[in-house]
């Protein structure tokens, strides 16, 4: 792969996935960065077909805490853990005002809840069939492999024990 001279700047926001993103000069999005946050720096290049390619990454927002979970970026079911729960309240207020701004809808806002450990009721599992029984568990990001869940930090522990 023949990639031009690198680029290096910073993540600009986080959209509504959860996924860091990085715009040009003319404000057209360039890169989702899975598991980033505002000020983290990236470098990328462009391919010779024009495609951007991610370089390297090095978290440096001043959001970022420290993932409690094991499978944080395996598991692909939580996208901000490593956000401070203060970022992720004024993340989840700031998408919830964007989408409201484009229908002319202007609330204002009572502080924003984040949900605690363990506490998630519902979510998006998925299985295989395999030669020994069947796997379990959340895919990764941007993949079909699944990674089996015994222990999760987000979901209500009366699921887990469905899996168990």
């Known amino acids: 792969m023949n ?27 360039l890169l989702e960065v899975p598991f980033s946050l505002p000020g983290d720096f990236v470098e990328y290049a462009y391919d010779v077909e024009g495609e951007v390619n991610l370089i390297n990454f090095k978290s440096t927002s001043s959001h970022g805490v420290k993932p409690l979970c094991k499978h944080f970026k395996k598991c692909g079911g939580c996208s901000l853990q490593h956000a401070s729960e203060n970022f992720v309240a004024s993340w989840k207020k700031l998408i919830v005002a964007e989408e409201l701004q484009k229908k002319k809808l202007f609330p204002r806002f009572r502080s924003t809840f984040v949900t605690p450990e363990r506490s998630r009721r519902r979510v998006v599992l998925s299985c295989r069939r395999t030669k020994k029984g069947a796997i ?12 089996p869940i015994h222990f999760c930090l987000v979901v209500d522990s009366k699921i887990l024990s469905f899996l168990s």
Request: net charge positive; charged share 30%; glycine share 8%.
């Open 3 to 29: 990639l031009s001279k690198t680029v290096s700047t910073k993540i600009h926001r986080v959209n509504l996935r959860g996924l860091g993103e990085v715009f040009d000069e003319n404000n057209e999005l």
């Open 136 to 147: 379990v568990g959340f895919k990764s990001v941007r993949s079909d492999h699944i990674v």
